[in-house]
């Protein structure tokens, strides 16, 4: 017969940390805490799953806490001492970022933009609307003209969801065929802002106005200057990390005209179509906006078990959009080694 043996228990904490920390697969950090009681115990009570969480995405350090509503009833009225208050609290903290870190991972990509919100400038309104830019065609969004080529542009979007991993964002500039020599109205480089508002916004959000909106808006993430080639294609430009955006505004800044129009002298700045791409948690998380502190509150969002075939994985379920967090951390810890004491 084999014998096991439980090798954290040999050895001290800041050791056993360092092992369980070099999981670097959410679903790893779940599967390891089913092994036995011990370690379930041991990786609830460090916060593992959220360190871990933190770690990948580090974004996630403006969330102060994420929490079940469904829950929310349960501790009102839970009685007793505190340490079980508190280890209950923990085994709920310990599903959300199993639940939030995996979602991050594994949700299916998508399109994220929902509607344009503003442009800081548009020389024919509405015809040359930044809503144009929505779909792909013949039609476009142009701004303003300006005799300095340096000075800016400012596009600003709302995304499908409140919270979103943002991997990719392609422009393609427009060509206007119908001016001599078919000049392409390309920006030299563009670079990306994520956040959220300042204030709560309505879901219907009018026509898009002509403004920065700066002063609208707290971006949480700024990426470097990318390059942009002077053609008419859609172009890539993927970010080096997937950024969590918690508030769901991206605002894309055009910087350095270059092409000139003939008509009147101006340079001008236009695009066809714009399309960003990413995971949206809308299905699973919803998001409380900041206040004072300027931390968020993340809603792990719970139903009732699903009735599917009693084989389904965490993909099949997560595919009929109705696996919540401790029905992953359940479906992952089936999946692990046979428990020992």
């Known amino acids: 017969m084999e ?3 439980d090798f954290l228990s040999c050895l001290d904490h800041d050791t056993s940390m360092k092992i369980l920390m070099c999981l670097e697969d959410p679903s790893d950090l779940v599967r390891a805490s089913s092994v036995s009681r011990s370690w379930r115990d041991f990786v609830i009570a460090n916060g593992l799953c959220k360190q871990l969480c933190l770690t990948m995405f580090p974004h996630l350090l403006r969330v102060d806490c994420v929490i079940e509503p469904s829950c929310v009833k349960e501790k009102a009225s839970e009685v007793g001492c505190s340490k079980f208050v508190e280890w209950e609290t923990l ?3 310990h599903e959300a970022y199993a639940f939030l870190a995996q979602g991050c991972l594994s949700f299916p990509f998508e399109e994220c933009i929902k509607d344009a919100i503003s442009a800081s400038s548009t020389d024919n309104y509405p015809e040359e609307s930044i809503r144009n830019t929505l779909q792909p065609g013949n039609r476009y969004w142009s701004s303003k003209g ?3 080529a340096a000075v800016p542009e400012t596009l600003v979007y709302k995304l499908v969801a409140d919270i979103c991993v943002i991997t990719e964002i392609n422009i393609q500039p427009f060509q206007a065929y119908f001016q001599y020599g078919s000049p392409i109205y390309s920006a030299e480089s563009v670079r990306f802002r994520l956040g959220h508002p300042k204030c709560p916004m309505d879901d219907t959000l009018g026509e898009p106005l002509d403004d920065s909106a700066d002063d609208k808006f707290i971006w949480t993430y700024s990426s470097s200057e990318f390059p942009m080639a002077q053609e008419s294609c859609l172009q890539n430009f993927k970010l080096p990390e997937p950024v969590v955006c918690i508030g769901g505004i991206l605002q894309i800044e055009l910087l350095r005209r270059v092409q000139r ?3 009147d002298g101006l340079f001008y700045i236009c695009v066809a179509y714009v399309q960003v791409k990413g995971r949206p948690l809308s299905s699973a998380f919803g998001v409380e906006m900041p206040g004072p502190s300027g931390k968020f509150v993340l809603k792990a ?7 599917l075939p009693e084989d389904a994985s965490y993909h ?4 009929h959009g109705l696996v919540d967090s401790e029905q992953m951390v359940n479906l992952l810890e089936e999946e692990a ?3 020992y004491e």
């Open 3 to 5: 014998i096991c043996m």
């Open 316 to 319: 099949d379920l997560h595919l």
């Open 337 to 339: 080694p046979m428990e």
């Open 301 to 307: 969002k719970s139903s009732a078990p699903p009735s």
């Open 261 to 263: 129009q003939e008509m």
């Open 146 to 148: 300006q005799r300095k």
């Open 91 to 93: 085994k709920r903290e």
